[in-house]
């Protein structure tokens, strides 16, 4: 097997058994969709989806002076977090690019798992690596020691609660705990992708197929469906989710990306891009540079990453991610715009499409948000 050849999950036989469309997807090969991507976006809205998300990238942080690392090494304030949650953060380079956006858990007192894109995971894991020398701190990469299933919509909680004695209704969003689901040992998590609720189950990838299976047994008379990339990406921009490359990227602070809130100047100790963020937040309260918004089309063409974005027949932004929104039932775009055509209702925007300025609507972002 040549080293160029994309990686496989411990799913993969299972993927390609249900007909799965598969595609290289970071260097994996990942199902794309089963069936209609369009018939899985509105399961999961619905009713319930499985995802294989074992490409996702696990490092471990363990040792005495694993918070401390953290801190240095990421922009928020994990030394903050409790035992059992977890916290959305990013890791930045030191002039303040974003190099990925990570959700850390904190496993226990001195452990800690960093959960990266898969298109990031080595950068993360050697920029880690790199800050962690000074730190009585090992950084350790688990990516072959995990598989991660995930469970999202409506009918998810109920679905798992028919597999585990876990406490699933005392699980808060953005936290996890350990336990046994189907009779696999597993850190159920609860920080979906989707915009609905939803758990992620970290297990050893040997038990993946045997958990895969119980939760489609377990999930059919609910009318859970196996579900893929491609329709995780509409639910995802639905929900006004930034995705690595797109929204976010090197040449993006997180203010420039409308996320400075997480990151944490009063944490004590110097972090790894500070003095950069801080020029970049002072920055982005005198000028706002461009601002993330969403826009809805009022025809029928579907806007793509890269595409310009205009106004009075100048350019005044670009199209970061788009597609077609099975829920608003119109094609959807985030985008980076001036921030004098940033503002809710701006009439006037377009979208150019092969040269033809298509109209758009500028809303507030997310597009789509769960009845609690």
Not at 54 to 80: C, D, F, K, R, W
Not at 121 to 144: C, I, K, N, P, S
Not at 286 to 299: D, H, I, K, Y
């Amino acid at each position: 097997m040549s080293s160029n050849a994309p990686r496989r999950t411990a799913l993969d036989a299972l993927h390609r058994s249900l007909g799965a469309t598969m595609t290289d997807f970071a260097g994996w090969d990942m199902p794309l969709r089963y069936g209609s991507e369009r018939d899985e976006h509105v399961a999961v809205r619905t009713r319930a989806g499985l995802f294989d998300l074992s490409h996702m990238g696990e490092i471990t942080v363990t040792g005495p002076q694993a918070a401390a690392l953290l801190n240095h090494a990421l922009v928020g304030n994990i030394g903050s977090v409790g035992v059992g949650r977890a916290r959305y953060t990013m890791i930045c380079r030191a002039d303040g690019g974003i190099l990925d956006d990570l959700i850390v858990y904190r496993l226990a007192e001195t452990e800690y798992m960093v959960v990266a894109n898969a298109s990031n995971a080595q950068v993360v894991l050697d920029a880690l690596t790199e800050r962690a020398a000074g730190f009585d701190a090992e950084v350790r990469d688990d990516r072959d020691a995990y598989a991660l299933l995930a469970i999202q919509g409506p009918e998810s909680s109920g679905i798992l609660k028919s597999l585990t004695d876990a406490d699933l209704d005392g699980l808060k969003y953005y936290a996890g705990l350990p336990g046994t689901v189907a009779g696999v040992p597993a850190l159920i998590a609860r920080t979906g992708y989707t915009g609905e609720d939803g758990f992620e189950l970290f297990v050893a990838p040997s038990d993946a197929e045997k958990l895969w299976q119980a939760l489609t047994e377990a999930g059919a008379p609910a009318g859970l469906v196996p579900c893929g990339l491609s329709c995780r990406d509409t639910l995802r921009l639905e929900a006004g989710m930034p995705l690595y490359g797109h929204e976010l990227t090197t040449s993006l602070t997180p203010f420039d990306a409308g996320l400075g809130r997480v990151v944490k100047f009063e944490k004590e100790g110097d972090f790894v891009g500070r003095e950069a963020l801080e020029a970049a937040a002072e920055r982005a309260a005198a000028n706002p540079p461009r601002v993330l918004v969403g826009l809805v089309a009022e025809g029928r063409r579907v806007p793509r990453a890269g595409f310009a974005v205009v106004a009075d027949g100048a350019v005044v932004g670009e199209v970061t991610s788009g597609a077609p929104s099975p829920t608003l039932g119109r094609p959807i775009a985030m985008a980076y715009v001036d921030a004098a055509h940033a503002a809710p209702g701006t009439t006037g925007v377009g979208v150019d499409i092969r040269g033809s300025h298509e109209p758009y609507e500028v809303v507030a972002l997310p597009f789509y948000k769960r009845q609690k």
